[in-house]
T-cell receptor
Framework: DGGITQSPKYLFRKEGQNVTLSCEQN?????MYWYRQDPGQGLRLIYY???????QKGDIAEGYSVSREKKESFPLTVTSAQKNPTAFYLC????????????????FGPGTRLTVL | DAKTTQPPSMDCAEGRAANLPCNHS???????VYWYRQIHSQGPQYIIH???NNETNEMASLIITEDRKSSTLILPHATLRDTAVYYC????????????FGSGTKLNVKP
């Protein structure tokens, strides 16, 4: 089945530790995204990548880093510089522009819930 | 991108149609209306999108007013599994950093 996988589903980390969240897609999508969701809130964009070896900061990139070495993979590292990392993290992907009339529907993974102890 | 306004919550009886409204009075001509839903502790699920014509798929129907200032998502026969937060988003396609999910509408489907 085509889709987006995120691992692990639950992640616990001690303060001061870096942690990497995995996101893999087999939809052959060029663009990938990372969002953060806090309880009762909407999604906020952390980073996005339109193509391999390129990525851009979103609205809340401080304390996070990403890499895009392969089309299928877009891992997110939550660094010790992120002051309040406990949250639900969502990865998404979409196609790039194919034609003027097309749209870029984003498809989401199941999410990783990160808790800092 | 245009802002959207949705009621914070709605109730619907199981088997009845659920009509979820969204106001986007400042929408511009090239902005699409997207609907997603999020079941508790899962990733958002794409439902439907449209520009100005009404749209229907296997999940739902999207009715956009002629002036495009508001829209309604219709779930024709709601089930308990449709209980979720529903998000209405307006945006220009391929503005990669402009996909804003607000607080949405919590739909409670009751037996």
């Amino acid at each position: 089945d085509g889709g987006i996988t995120q691992s692990p589903k639950y992640l616990f980390r001690k303060e001061g530790q870096n942690v990497t969240l995995s996101c893999e897609q087999n939809l052959n999508h060029d663009a990938m995204y990372w969002y953060r969701q806090d309880p009762g809130q909407g999604l906020r964009l952390i980073y996005y990548s339109q193509i391999v070896n390129d990525f851009q900061k979103g609205d809340i990139a401080e304390g996070y880093s990403v890499s895009r070495e392969k089309k299928e993979s877009f891992p997110l590292t939550v660094t010790s510089a992120q002051k309040n990392p406990t949250a639900f993290y969502l990865c998404a992907s979409s196609i790039r522009r194919l034609a003027a009339a097309s749209t870029d529907t984003q498809y989401f993974g199941p999410g990783t819930r990160l808790t800092v102890l | 991108d245009a802002k959207t306004t949705q009621p914070p919550s709605m109730d619907c009886a199981e088997g009845r149609a659920a009509n979820l409204p969204c106001n986007h009075s400042t929408i511009s001509g090239n902005e699409y209306v997207y609907w997603y839903r999020q079941i508790h502790s899962q990733g958002p699920q794409y439902i439907i999108h449209g520009l100005k014509n009404n749209e229907t798929n296997e999940m739902a129907s999207l009715i956009i007013t002629e002036d495009r200032k508001s829209s309604t998502l219709i779930l024709p026969h709601a089930t308990l599994r449709d209980t979720a937060v529903y998000y209405c988003i307006v945006r220009v396609p391929y503005n990669f950093n402009k996909f804003y999910f607000g607080s949405g509408t919590k739909l409670n489907v009751k037996p």
